[in-house]
């Protein structure tokens, strides 16, 4: 673990816990704070019941805290708090405390301007800010996740070691983390992480929407489907599909938790769970909406991402919903009429591989793309490594087809499409996606990412686009201006404004 034998946890809810526990284990000492009291006794006492107990202390003074690492030649903190002003607040709290060298490895969702401009007002301290994704919820924070670690190389370089033995393992136990590159790099990566995995959570709910309110199949068997699926062929290894299959053949007990559980003798608790998201309402997390502003920004179409979000923004208002659909009258999903169920479970599959593997590409070239623009020379590769195991987005067989090719690339790859093996994966799963998307409309359910991961492909591939019309009229009312097809030098041409302007109206 390098020279570190002491560790300062700045966050004590449910990821700091996991992680102080996580630290302790690994043999380090570690000091835990939180801006709410209650938080950390509630941890120690979590804490008292694991084998880290006498590893991790908890503080109720801030600076009673920083104190406590001053043993260590110099600080190592982990903060594991909201995105934000919550984090400035911290650094305010505890700058007069840091020293040249101190390292801050910023484990929060952060928005990777946020992260640079810390970086920036550290350097005057010598203190290192590393902006650091976590992958893989609360959960991996104890087991190991997955983390794009980004910032001053030397920091990084010395920081690594904790990080790879902390870190989630392959399966050929290479560590899932790595330097991702300057500045907020890391942050980045973890954020268009964070689209990505909406697209997927996008296509998987649709997925088991249509195989519960449209198929009619009871939860326990979806989840038997789900977990067919995650153990073999293209969606083996998928950490979505895998927990999917945990959540549907969970059932109720007689005596129920006496918190989400409900009571019963009949039923699963995914019956007691409401249609409804609300983090992006709350702003406890903004990963996915920044995701989508930045493919927005740079140019970089990704509508398999946006609809997961913009489903997850409607959803969280169910009072609003109500009240909409007492006023709309939309049918809602119906019972569907298929001859061979099992024909369309297999469509079904193939079709939200097909969904994800969109997904991932959407997310890839808009990191390809910031990447060349901020000259943070991201590695795919190794990006993909590091999403192997302990994240949200594991999928084995994507990471299968696209490490070995990002490996031997001579150059950034921009338009994932382009690649022989993705592009065959995305015509070859077109049909079932359409079939899909056409049963899926018939029945009135809900296919916001499938039916935009369709249309995704039609037109990144489409060479007959309706667009042609709206360049003609962005001519009529704003001389925009056009090329022409088949003529040299304008047909592919370049993105840029057309070489004529026709006079359709005298002004």
């Given amino acids: 673990m390098g020279d570190f034998k002491s560790i300062g946890v700045v966050g004590a809810g449910s990821m700091g816990t996991q992680m102080a526990i996580a630290f302790g284990t690994m043999g380090l000492d570690v000091s835990l704070w939180d801006v709410n009291d209650q938080n950390v006794d509630t941890a120690l006492d979590t804490i008292s019941k694991t084998d880290a107990k006498s590893k991790v202390t908890g503080f109720h003074d801030i600076h009673k805290f920083t104190k406590s690492l001053d043993s260590s030649p110099r600080k190592l903190f982990m903060f594991s708090i909201t995105h ?5 607040s911290v650094l305010d709290k505890i700058k007069d405390d840091l020293k040249e060298n101190d390292i801050i490895i910023d484990g929060g969702n952060e928005f990777y301007r946020n992260t640079e401009r810390r970086q920036r007002e550290m350097e005057k301290k010598g203190v290192h800010w590393i902006g650091t994704g976590v992958s893989g919820g609360y959960q991996a924070a104890k087991r190991g996740p997955s983390m794009t670690p980004g910032g001053n190389p030397k920091a990084l370089d010395e920081v690594m070691p904790l990080l790879e033995k902390y870190a989630a ?8 983390v790595a330097n991702i590159g300057p500045r907020g790099a890391g942050h980045y990566v973890k954020m268009i992480h964070n689209g990505i995995e909406n697209g997927m959570l996008s296509t998987l709910c649709e997925a088991w929407s249509l195989l519960r309110k449209s198929l009619d199949l009871p939860n326990d068997q979806i989840g038997k489907i789900f977990e067919k699926w995650n153990s073999a062929g293209e969606l083996r290894g998928t950490y979505l599909v895998q927990i999917g299959s945990e959540i549907c053949q969970r059932k109720k007990t007689p005596e129920g938790d006496r918190r989400g559980e409900g009571q019963g003798d009949s039923g699963y608790v995914l019956d007691d769970v409401l249609d409804k998201v609300v983090q992006d309402d709350d702003d406890s997390e903004g990963t996915l909406f920044w995701s989508i502003a930045e493919a927005a920004d740079r140019h970089v179409s990704a509508p398999t991402n946006a609809a997961g979000q913009f489903l997850r923004v409607a959803s969280g208002d169910r009072d609003q919903r109500v009240r909409a659909a007492e006023k709309m009258k939309i049918p809602p999903p119906a019972k569907g009429n298929v001859k061979d169920k099992e024909a369309f479970i297999e469509a079904l599959r193939r079709a939200v591989f097909t969904s994800f593997f969109c997904a991932f590409c959407q997310g890839l070239e808009l990191i390809a793309r910031a990447s060349k ?21 594991q999928e084995d067989h994507i990471a299968d087809i696209l490490q070995p090719i990002f490996q031997s690339a001579h150059e950034p790859i921009m338009n994932m499409k382009l690649i022989d093996e993705v592009s065959a994966e995305l015509g070859k799963g077109y049909s079932q996606l359409q079939e899909v998307v056409l049963r899926g409309t018939e029945w009135h359910n809900h296919i916001p990412s499938l039916s935009a991961s369709l249309e995704y492909i039609k037109y990144v591939g489409g060479t007959m686009l309706p667009t042609q019309f709206m360049e003609a009229q962005m ?3 704003g001389a925009h201006a056009y090329d022409r097809p088949g003529v040299s030098g304008e047909d592919p041409g370049k993105a840029a404004k057309g070489a004529h302007h026709y006079e359709w109206r005298a002004p």
């Fill in 373 to 393: 623009d901020e000259g943070w020379n991201v590695d795919l590769a190794t990006v993909i490594k590091v999403w192997r195991a302990g994240c949200i987005i």
């Fill in 84 to 88: 934000g002003q919550p984090a400035d």
């Fill in 169 to 176: 393992k392959d399966g050929n136990g290479h560590p899932c």
């Fill in 475 to 477: 001519d009529f009312f």
